[in-house]
């Protein structure tokens, strides 16, 4: 079975790779997109190094997002297991990414330390429209929603009203929800920045903030990527800077906009695109003859790569 391409030819593994490297050496602008672990973000950003390349992940929006959020403002957190053990109040801001509704079932089954109670009180915020996780024996999340509007007005909203202050619109099921946080213990945020946007996510810390001033709250990053995540994490320990990070001037440079991978493609900056996956998806349109190398998981050359290496779990 055939695992690397030149085009839509076999060859090699050796061959490709040393097409592959030629591409690099030759490229004058060349951007990575990883959706890899920690080990192939590692190699990666070690190859970026070397060839003067911008990366990325291959969703770097929702990564880019969640990184900002700690860089720029800063979020008072804990772990799966702490709030598993302890929340005794939970409350899904947004919609999770699919990988983590198993979790917040568990959430829903499991009845915490401090709780006076024989369950967790949990809360949704967001509209009815808002995809929620399946929660056991029938429950539903309490919606806390304001209208029409955004998650980020809504927010706002709560914000305010927990502090006494007056807003347009009320937030629907207010009062249960300042009863239940009174008279909590632990409660704990469930976020992510799948399908949050980044004020909405800053407008959720002050009022974990809020909620400081006279009890105890916090919040639980679920990753829109835990791949992505995790290329974050090792991308910051070992150049001091998240993913969205370039060697053109051969020392690593962060820059959340200019090396924001999918915008250099789609304005035809790149001239080198290296994806590593386990999945591929169409490559994005591009404006130049811009060469693409993908690793990826599968049996066939990627259409329009001039190199593809099958690789397996990235």
Partial sequence: MAVAWIGNRETLVERAAAHA?????SSRCPVFSLDTDIHGTRAAIALAERVGAAYDHADGAAVS?????FTDKGAMTVAPGETRRRADVV???G???QIHHQFVGELAETVPDLSAKNQREIFLVGSKETSAPRLSNGRTATLLSCGEAGLGA???ALRAQWRGRLTSQPVSNFDDFAKALEAAHFPVFLFSGDATEGLALEMLQGLVSDLNRKSRASGLHLPASENGWGSA????????FPLRTGFARGFPDFDPWRYDVARMIAAGEADLHLRISSSIVQPQKKRNRMALIALAKTHEPVAGAAVTIAIGEA
Avoid: H, N, Q
């Fill in 21 to 25: 490297a030629a591409l690099l050496g």
């Fill in 65 to 69: 997002r969640e990184a900002a959020l």
């Fill in 91 to 93: 409350v899904i801001v």
């Fill in 95 to 97: 919609e999770l990414p």
């Fill in 154 to 156: 809504t927010l706002a």
């Fill in 233 to 240: 994490l090792a991308s910051t320990w070992m150049t001091g």
